[in-house]
């Protein structure tokens, strides 16, 4: 075209002037295209989702593999080779006393913790959790309560220093307790509380102002 040729006789120009340094030669002269460039934004679209959902899927897959998180009774099993004594529904915040698939679900664990308990032995317990509001307090007075209703003569206590409950649940808020008695070095008899349900007595945590600021 006149436009390639103008601009061949440009090049040349500059060329005998010495202004390019080498020897400029058009191989092939342009083509002009016979329809306009297609438009690849829709596939482009869907490579996009496609990639980022497989992505999210992997992400979703690898969490699932390398996460600590116990969900499911399969995911306690697969943690720690140990029996599981049962399964406990969430308490619900309104009436955590009278579910009755609670107290169902820790009559079966009570019943699973005697049937591994050789007869005429005492028995100690601890009830723990790796993180606050899981259960603790609720979990151990209703398994106190259940060895207790089949004739186990039980002492519960509330160890829990940052944020005893125990006390208030059998009323007995403000007594003294596990602290007063390790103060005193254990020496003493304890200041254990009995509560209306006879074979079930209490060793509240006590007075425990200042241990919740403790890291």
Request: proline fraction near 7%; charge should be positive.
């Amino acid at each position: 075209t006149e436009a390639a040729a103008a601009t061949r006789r440009s090049l040349l120009d500059l060329e005998a002037q010495g202004a390019i340094p080498g020897t400029l030669e058009v191989l092939s002269a342009a083509s002009t295209p016979s329809a306009p460039v297609e438009d690849s934004r829709l596939g482009y679209a869907i490579l996009s989702v496609g990639l980022g959902l497989l992505s999210g899927a992997t992400a979703a897959f690898l969490r699932g593999k390398l996460a600590q998180t116990i969900y499911t009774q399969e995911d306690a099993l697969s943690a720690a080779p140990v029996p599981v004594l049962g399964t406990v529904p969430r308490a619900l915040p309104h009436r955590p006393d009278g579910d009755l698939a609670l107290r169902e679900a820790f009559r079966k664990v009570r019943t699973s913790l005697l049937n591994r308990i050789r007869p005429g032995k005492s028995c100690l317990l601890l009830v723990t959790s790796s993180r606050p509001g899981e259960g603790k307090t609720i979990t151990a007075e209703w398994l106190a309560r259940g060895f207790a209703d089949v004739g186990k003569r039980v002492l519960l206590v509330d160890s829990d220093l940052r944020r005893p409950g125990l006390a208030r649940r059998f009323a007995v808020a403000g007594q003294e307790g596990l602290v007063e008695h390790l103060n005193r070095g254990g020496c003493g008899q304890a200041p254990i509380v009995s509560t209306p349900q006879g074979m079930l007595d209490l060793l509240p945590a006590g007075r425990t102002r200042g241990f919740d600021d403790l890291d």
